[in-house]
């Protein structure tokens, strides 16, 4: 997985190919394929791993308020996003959404912290929804826009944190 964010940090995703990544490993071709079957798979593989490692970051989110646990965890995932800015952009940008246990385990986690905080199922998965939207708009879009460290005489991590605190504060 190294070695294939490594090709696109320089190059970027199109130059990604199974058999670029397995001469970077030294394996013949046919290796990779039969572990990967595609490029499709490579890039499965590099998300998966992607998301177990964003999982991590939030495991000591757990044992707070559920108001600072979500303020915790939007924090991690900014953190995340920044540190591995192409993984993240693969994660969440280009692959579609598709089912996996450990992904679907940490939005159970994250959907029981809105529910103890509003206890309506509706409004739980609105409000869900909202967080998403609201975590996802900020990242991508500064991401997508290079913007610059400071934004509006803020710093762009702070004026994150005024937002997600803004939208715990109105639950």
Not at 39 to 47: C, P, S, T, Y
Not at 60 to 88: G, T
Not at 111 to 116: D, H, P, T, V, W
Not at 143 to 166: C, K, S, W
């Amino acid at each position: 997985m190294a070695v294939t964010l490594e090709i696109v940090s320089q190059e970027g995703w199109s130059a990604v190919t199974v058999r670029r990544v397995a001469e970077a490993v030294e394996y013949a071709p046919p290796v990779v394929y039969e572990y990967f079957g595609s490029k499709a798979g490579l890039m499965r593989g590099v998300v998966v791993e992607g998301h177990r490692k964003l999982q991590g970051s939030y495991s000591q989110a757990f044992a707070e308020e559920p108001k600072e646990v979500l303020r915790m965890i939007s924090q991690a995932h900014w953190n995340f996003a920044f540190l591995n800015r192409h993984l993240y952009q693969l994660m969440f940008e280009i692959c579609k959404p598709f089912p996996d246990e450990n992904i679907n385990a940490i939005g159970g986690r994250i959907e029981a912290l809105f529910r103890k905080l509003v206890g309506d199922e509706m409004r739980t998965q609105e409000l869900m929804f909202n967080w998403i939207c609201l975590l996802q708009g900020y990242i991508l879009n500064l991401m997508r826009n290079d913007v610059p460290p400071q934004l509006f005489g803020i710093a762009a991590n702070q004026l994150f944190d005024r937002a997600i605190g803004r939208f715990l504060a109105s639950i």
